[in-house]
T-cell receptor, first 111, second 117 residues
Framework: DAKTTQPPSMDCAEGRAANLPCNHSTISGNEYVYWYRQIHSQGPQYIIH???NNETNEMASLIITEDRKSSTLILPHATLRDTAVYYCIVRDGGGSYIPTFGRGTSLIVHP | GAVVSQHPSWVICKSGTSVKIECRSLDFQATTMFWYRQFPKQSLMLMATSNEGSKATYEQGVEKDKFLINHASLTLSTLTVTSAHPEDSSFYIC?????????????FGPGTRLTVT
């Protein structure tokens, strides 16, 4: 699987959009971009994933660049409960995937 | 759907004893389960991968005789920490993956906090 690079920490104000970047310059054509988050002392939570098109669900939006070498997770209206570590992972869609996590981005949402 | 549970959520044990942690997929069949360990302020570290009915595959540096993994059914995997020592104190997280509900999607349990005194 390709490796990813994320900033170690970010912060944003409550109610504003949080834009979390991820670089994955060595991503392969059949690899997806997945985002998870981990709130303190809990298991990771799936947020969203995409292959090459932008995706949106009830939690967030995922913007993938045309060359697929980077992506941005957007939390449109961050709340205090969005404070967590956010992990960007690239992986293939098959059952042979071996999941590994980088250090992620620690997002702090402040009042 | 796609809920993964872990039991217990936390456990305190004395040094030298063994502790078993259960990971269950409640509403889907998990052909593959993963076990992670997470130390404070660090990322998840994959310990082992287990497929139902076969022996677990351990990551480099993880002692297979110390961390016994059993994946006897499509809904249950167990991690037994044998002869636990204080340095085994950590947050243990499992995840489960199967062909459904979303093909080879990884679903995580809530984690188990182990403290060895």
């Amino acid at each position: 699987d390709a490796k990813t690079t994320q900033p170690p920490s970010m912060d944003c104000a409550e109610g504003r959009a949080a834009n979390l970047p991820c670089n994955h310059s060595t991503i392969s054509g059949n690899e997806y971009v997945y985002w998870y988050r981990q709130i303190h002392s809990q298991g990771p939570q799936y947020i969203i994933h995409g292959l090459k098109n932008n995706e949106t669900n009830e939690m967030a939006s995922l913007i993938i660049t045309e060359d697929r070498k980077s992506s941005t997770l957007i939390l449109p209206h961050a709340t205090l409960r969005d404070t967590a570590v956010y992990y960007c992972i690239v992986r293939d869609g098959g059952g042979s995937y071996i999941p590994t996590f980088g250090r992620g981005t620690s997002l702090i949402v402040h009042p | 759907g796609a809920v993964v549970s872990q039991h217990p959520s936390w456990v305190i044990c004395k040094s030298g004893t063994s502790v078993k942690i259960e990971c269950r997929s409640l509403d889907f069949q998990a052909t593959t389960m993963f076990w992670y360990r997470q130390f404070p302020k660090q990322s998840l570290m994959l310990m082992a991968t287990s497929n139902e009915g076969s022996k677990a595959t351990y990551e480099q540096g993880v002692e297979k005789d110390k961390f016994l993994i059993n994946h006897a059914s499509l809904t249950l995997s167990t991690l037994t920490v044998t002869s636990a020592h204080p340095e085994d104190s950590s947050f243990y997280i499992c995840s489960a993956m199967g062909p459904t509900p979303r093909t080879y999607e990884q679903y995580f349990g809530p984690g188990t906090r182990l403290t060895v005194t």
